[in-house]
């Protein structure tokens, strides 16, 4: 579609692949894997079984209760994943928010954006990695089996975790806390300006 919205429902084609100048895409209930492309618009999709790889220039993206292994990009707009399990979760943004709430397991979860702040639910994940260029980031994790690492060049940092392999934390310019139970690895917290707390997970609240 050069110029208008898309919609799909119900589809039973293994792969979907859809793209639109400009334009809306919204998609519900496929079986098979997604991938979609827009120049400028919106995007949101709900029960994709396979996997997606979503693409728009300008516009937000949003992704529930999917499957397989999922890949979001947007120049310029906010990013929104909530249930489900994933294979993987790859989100990034130049420039919008970031929220991915997940009550299943995930392999490796990388959330990017060059401006502006990631909140992330974390049920079980085998790797996650949040940064942002400016902005404040949240995490809390039930487990996460490899490295947990955030970054943000000017913010604020708040994590809460149960059990994580590695932990490494840091801000340029901005306050930590962090409430972690247990660790296998190097846990290393640090900030450039700005103060560090430390507790334990029933300590800090969400």
Not at 25 to 37: F, P, T
Not at 57 to 63: A, C, K, V, Y
Not at 75 to 82: E, K, M, R, W, Y
Not at 177 to 198: C, F, P, Q, V, Y
Request: net charge negative.
């Amino acid at each position: 579609s050069g110029h208008g919205h898309l919609a799909i429902r119900d589809s039973e084609l293994t792969f979907l692949n859809a793209h639109t100048g400009h334009g809306d895409v919204v998609g519900s209930d496929v079986r098979g894997s997604a991938a979609i492309k827009t120049d400028h618009g919106d995007v949101r999709l709900e029960r994709v079984d396979g996997g997606v790889d979503v693409h728009t220039g300008h516009g937000d993206i949003s992704l529930e209760d999917c499957g397989g292994a999922a890949k979001l990009d947007t120049g310029h707009g906010d990013l929104s994943v909530s249930g489900g399990s994933l294979d993987s979760l790859t989100a990034k943004t130049g420039h919008g928010d970031i929220s991915a709430e997940l009550d299943g397991s995930a392999g490796s979860i990388d959330l990017r954006t060059g401006n502006g702040d990631i909140n992330a639910k974390v049920e079980h994940a085998g790797a996650l990695d949040v940064r942002t260029g400016r902005g404040d980031l949240r995490v809390a994790a039930v487990d996460v089996g490899g490295l947990l690492n955030m970054k943000t060049g000017s913010g604020d940092i708040k994590m809460i975790a149960e059990s994580v392999g590695e932990l490494a934390v840091h801000s340029g310019t901005g306050s930590v806390e962090a409430a972690l139970d247990s660790t296998d690895g190097r846990a290393e917290i640090t900030t450039s300006n700005g103060d560090i707390k430390l507790a334990v997970s029933d300590e800090l609240s969400f």
